[in-house]
């Protein structure tokens, strides 16, 4: 299960911001690509027991919110841009197979809820 150390990172991260700015974290905000590779769910259940593995960091009611994006495409032929939730080549605007994926293999941390100390 590589979630665990996903999420031990990002506690690292959260950590050296932590300290760096003087702040405590209460919230971490996360967006997982469908392609990233991560399961948002096996993610979630990892960030207790990454957590664990820094008692003194301050994080440890820290939760850990996240967010799934979908695959962004893009028509090189009329340039309209597509959400969508699976693979597409087709556009939907001007029917041709020019679609080019944009996203959706990121894993992004968008913001953090903090406090100050």
Not at 76 to 93: A, L, R, T, V, Y
Not at 96 to 115: A, D, K, M, P
């Amino acid at each position: 299960m590589h979630e665990l150390s996903i999420a031990t990172a990002l506690a690292e991260s959260l950590i050296a911001y932590s300290k760096e700015h003087k702040v405590k974290i209460s919230c971490a905000y996360v967006k997982a690509g469908i392609l990233s590779g991560i399961d948002p769910e096996a993610l979630q259940f990892a960030w207790e027991p990454a957590l664990a593995n820094f008692p003194a960091s301050g994080l440890k009611n820290c939760r850990l919110e996240i967010k799934t994006a979908l695959l962004k495409h893009r028509c090189k032929n009329c340039g309209g841009e597509f959400e969508f939730s699976d693979w597409q080549i087709k556009c939907p605007d001007c029917g041709l197979e020019t679609l080019h994926r944009e996203s959706g293999n990121e894993f992004l941390l968008e913001s953090i809820e903090v406090e100050n100390v």
